[in-house]
């Protein structure tokens, strides 16, 4: 059973238990039995916390189950990394890159943000595509070979 059943199993005994105690203390309220009454309301009280700590401890554990989902996409991001060319790029399950991305938004803040293709020129008579990110200035020419050989989705 995974955690989340068990401890919403044990949140609702837990709640069955604070009922049970209730109707006894009005029970035994009833009947004129103070002593029991006051041990029951006691009783009712500790349940009450356990029950809270119980949802502060639910909380905590989706909280760091989401952290753990997060962090592990990250790290499967970051192993599909390459740096060719000044800049990431992704390499697929199909062995194609994916990119290029910007080794600024990457290297401060850990995003993936895609270069935007900026035309082609030749250079020293290869011809290459300059892609840039305007946020960052970030400018960079890759030989359009390269993008045919690692099939790059736009230029295959």
Do not use: C
């Not at 009833?30 to 006051?38: F, H, M, P, R, V």
């Not at 009280?45 to 700590?53: D, F, K, P, S």
Request: glycine share 6%.
């Amino acid at each position: 059973m995974d955690p989340i059943t068990t401890i919403s199993t044990a949140w609702t005994v837990g709640s069955n238990a604070v009922s049970l105690l209730k109707g006894a203390a009005d029970q035994a309220k009833a009947l004129g039995k103070s002593e029991i009454i006051s041990t029951l309301i006691e009783v009712q009280v500790a349940m009450m916390e356990v029950l809270g700590e119980q949802q502060r401890l639910i909380d905590e554990n989706r909280t760091l189950r989401e952290r753990v989902r997060s962090l592990d996409e990250l790290i499967a991001a970051k192993r599909r990394l390459e740096f060719h060319y000044n800049a990431y790029w992704s390499r697929g399950e199909d062995g194609a890159l994916d990119g290029p991305f910007s080794t600024q938004d990457w290297d401060k803040s850990t995003l993936l943000v895609r270069l935007t293709s900026y035309g082609s020129d030749d250079f020293d008579g290869v011809r290459k595509v300059n892609f840039y990110n305007s946020q960052t200035k970030e400018s960079i020419f890759v030989p359009l070979s390269f993008l045919h050989a690692e099939r790059v989705q736009a230029y295959v």
